[in-house]
């Protein structure tokens, strides 16, 4: 099987280190250093920029597609053109194509679900965005189903958690704190990207929205007293939701993420058969929280 990679980053690079072995890779960034981190990742990589039709008649055919570009963390405008325009441009050029991919992962974000008080939400919980970001996902997911079908292309939903994993662990926030509560759903890189390989090596869910989220979602204070005591430091300080929205100072974005509460099932790629390498975060962090107790920081 040939998987093309279009946004080969932080999950795609990983994806990529795992399906090398047994099938033929081909990591898409826009940029020369981009390239070469693909590159020593050991598989091949085509510079492209996925909105560029053109740019795009560079990559071979694919079996399957891998959209995981990102928008940089940019605002709405930017996400909308890498999420929607990009996409869609990616569909068809890649649908048109003499022999078109029979499959494509779109990796979107369970930001889409909006707030939910802290109560489980699953892939049959509706969508309720709650920024122009997280909209602009929504629709990316549509296209990712219905302007696939149109192609003749299976288009399959992988949601992410929180990413973390190396580079992202992110230990100085939850050590110093201030901690605001709420809910952290996590899931491990390796993870992310073995869910999606697990998906296209055992031919699943085929159109269809498959969560991609670890076995426990985490109260905020809680994982930062246990990273805390793992480290071996004092417990960090703790805000409550309302004495953090009392900041004159938090911006429109920050107060919406704190009003965003839910808890995320992976029942479904559970039943699907998938096994984690980390379960849960307890797992997850080792190797930060040992490189932590080794250097201090």
Request: hydrophobic share 35%; with cysteine; aromatic share 8%.
């Amino acid at each position: 099987m040939r998987v093309v990679i279009l946004g080969c980053g932080y999950v795609g690079l990983e994806l990529g280190r795992q399906l090398r072995g047994d099938h033929d890779v081909v990591g898409v960034r826009r940029s020369a250093d981009g390239i070469a981190a693909i590159e020593d990742a050991g598989f091949e990589g085509v510079q492209a920029d996925v909105t560029d039709p053109d740019d795009l008649t560079t990559v071979p055919d694919a079996d399957a597609l891998v959209f995981a570009a990102s928008s940089g963390g940019r605002g709405a405008d930017a996400a909308r053109e890498v999420y929607v325009d990009g996409l869609r441009t990616a569909i068809e050029a890649f649908g048109e194509r003499d022999s078109p991919p029979e499959r494509l992962v779109y990796t979107s974000s369970t930001g889409v679900y909006g707030d939910h008080g802290g109560d489980w939400v699953d892939e049959s919980t509706p969508l309720e965005p709650t920024t122009e970001k997280t909209e602009v996902l929504a629709e990316a997911e549509r296209i990712a189903r219905e302007v696939a079908a149109d192609h003749g292309i299976d288009g399959t939903v992988a949601r992410f958690a929180g990413l973390y994993g190396p580079d992202r662990y992110r230990l100085e926030r939850y050590l110093e704190g201030p901690v605001t509560e709420g809910y952290l759903n996590m899931v491990h890189r390796e993870d992310a990207a073995g869910a999606v390989r697990y998906l296209l090596e055992e031919d699943l869910a085929r159109d269809e929205v498959v969560l991609v989220v670890d076995d426990e979602p985490a109260p905020k204070w809680e994982f930062a007293d246990w990273l805390a005591a793992e480290c071996g430091v004092s417990e960090p300080p703790k805000r409550t939701k309302a004495e953090r929205l009392d900041d004159p100072d938090l911006s429109e974005a920050a107060r919406r993420r704190i009003l965003t509460s839910k808890r995320c099932s992976n029942e479904y790629l559970r039943e699907l058969g998938y096994e984690f390498a980390y379960p849960t975060y307890r797992e997850g962090y080792r190797e930060a929280v040992e490189a932590y107790r080794q250097t201090g920081h």
